[in-house]
């Protein structure tokens, strides 16, 4: 299980409840209206199932949410709910956001990796000047 929590205009509220209400795994659909300081948006927030992740989150940025408000993902390590027991055959479905995220917040250029492509590339350029296979290998 994952809880989504959006931030969304006023005038988008709508139009995300529609998309989370008709998404059947979508539980505890709550809508906070004039929940930011400033009062211009609305905080909505649901559990999903995790296999329903990825394409509900692709349905909520055709909404244009990203732009001036916020999609979040929470994983949920533990329920108990009836519901959710019933769909636990899906527990090794992929959300390529968090994928996606991960790779972005662990990638990162280093001297020791730029070291190690540039003696690779040595070596391939050696081998394959001197048609030697073993060093190509």
Same mark, same amino acid.
């Given at each position: 299980?994952?809880?989504?929590?959006?931030?969304?205009?006023?005038?988008? !509220?709508?139009?995300?409840?529609?998309?989370?209400?008709?998404?059947?795994?979508?539980?505890?659909?709550?809508?906070?209206?004039?929940?930011?300081?400033?009062?211009?948006?609305?905080?909505? !927030?649901?559990?999903?199932?995790?296999?329903?992740? !990825?394409?509900?989150?692709?349905?909520?940025?055709?909404?244009?949410?990203?732009?001036?408000?916020?999609?979040?993902?929470?994983?949920?390590?533990?329920?108990?709910?009836?519901?959710?027991?019933?769909?636990?055959?899906?527990?090794?479905?992929?959300?390529?956001?968090?994928?996606?995220?991960?790779?972005?917040?662990?990638?990162?250029?280093?001297?020791?990796?730029?070291?190690?492509?540039?003696?690779?590339?040595?070596?391939?350029?050696?081998?394959?000047? !001197?048609?030697?296979?073993?060093?190509?290998?």
């Amino acid at each position: 299980m994952h809880q989504i929590r959006i931030i969304a205009r006023g005038d988008q !509220t709508d139009q995300v409840v529609a998309v989370l209400g008709s998404e059947v795994t979508a539980i505890a659909l709550r809508v906070h209206r004039g929940e930011l300081v400033d009062g211009s948006g609305d905080l909505i !927030t649901c559990e999903v199932a995790r296999e329903d992740v !990825t394409p509900l989150v692709a349905r909520l940025r055709r909404l244009g949410l990203t732009a001036p408000g916020a999609i979040a993902l929470t994983q949920i390590d533990w329920v108990e709910d009836e519901a959710v027991e019933d769909d636990a055959g899906q527990v090794d479905a992929i959300v390529w956001e968090e994928v996606a995220q991960r790779a972005h917040d662990d990638a990162r250029l280093t001297w020791a990796y730029l070291l190690l492509m540039a003696v690779a590339g040595m070596l391939a350029g050696t081998a394959l000047l !001197t048609n030697n296979i073993v060093l190509v290998v």
